[in-house]
T-cell receptor, first 108, second 114 residues
Framework: SQQGEEDPQALSIQEGENATMNCSYK?????LQWYRQNSGRGLVHLIL?????REKHSGRLRVTLDTSKKSSSLLITASQAADTASYFCATDGARLAFGKGNQVVVIP | DAGVIQSPRHEVTEMGQEVTLRCKPISGHDYLFWYRQTMMRGLELLIYFNNNVPIDDSGMPEDRFSAKMPNASFSTLKIQPSEPRDSAVYFC????????????FGPGTRLTVL
């Protein structure tokens, strides 16, 4: 089964900076989703991008998808302390397959 | 809607004891998932149900683990007997219509087995 793999795994940035994280996957997909997990909480869905889309925006989030490279990126612009969390990508298929997560720490 | 509800939020038990985790999915959702999360292994899918029927239990670690969904609004994950290596956060999630649609996660149950 497919599985998203995020890269880099840990990122520490100053408040106001942008944060970018990547996800790669192995097989064809119909859509890819990004989730956020704040410490001690369940995952929360952020955004879904379909295989025929190249870019999608939601507030301060920008997601890109390159199906030829089997990769996606999540950009958080003008980061805030509240963005401190782990971010997971998930690919569709027989079931959603979550990556290992990408920890982002935003320093106030 | 209150979202996915899990209970208890925290559970501390001794090795060998039976543990039962509970989940109430979002009303109308026909898929329910049980996950386990640890630092070492990340987020693992244990089992998922569709319309109360277990579809894929290949992630259930061993016979000590069992899950049931007696109706559309309730599911349990049972560990008997529990072992220290079962210590983890267990999440329940639900989704509507498709197995790979957006999933809504509960707050999780933090299990500690001493």
């Amino acid at each position: 089964s497919q599985q998203g793999e995020e890269d880099p795994q840990a990122l520490s940035i100053q408040e106001g900076e942008n944060a970018t994280m990547n996800c790669s996957y192995k097989t064809s997909i119909n859509n890819l989703q990004w989730y956020r997990q704040n410490s001690g909480r369940g995952l929360v869905h952020l955004i879904l991008i379909r295989s025929n889309e190249r870019e999608k925006h939601s507030g301060r989030l920008r997601v890109t998808l390159d199906t030829s490279k089997k990769s996606s990126s999540l950009l958080i612009t003008a980061s805030q302390a509240a963005d401190t969390a782990s971010y997971f990508c998930a690919t569709d298929g027989a079931r959603l397959a979550f990556g290992k997560g990408n920890q982002v720490v935003v320093i106030p | 809607d209150a979202g996915v509800i899990q209970s208890p939020r925290h559970e501390v038990t001794e090795m060998g004891q039976e543990v039962t985790l509970r989940c109430k999915p979002i009303s109308g959702h026909d898929y329910l998932f049980w996950y386990r999360q640890t630092m070492m292994r990340g987020l693992e899918l244990l089992i998922y149900f569709n319309n109360n029927v277990p579809i894929d239990d290949s992630g259930m670690p061993e016979d000590r683990f069992s899950a049931k969904m007696p109706n559309a609004s309730f599911s349990t994950l049972k560990i008997q007997p529990s072992e220290p290596r079962d210590s983890a956060v267990y999440f329940c999630a639900s989704s509507f219509d498709r197995v790979d649609n957006e999933q809504f996660f509960g707050p999780g149950t933090r299990l500690t087995v001493l």
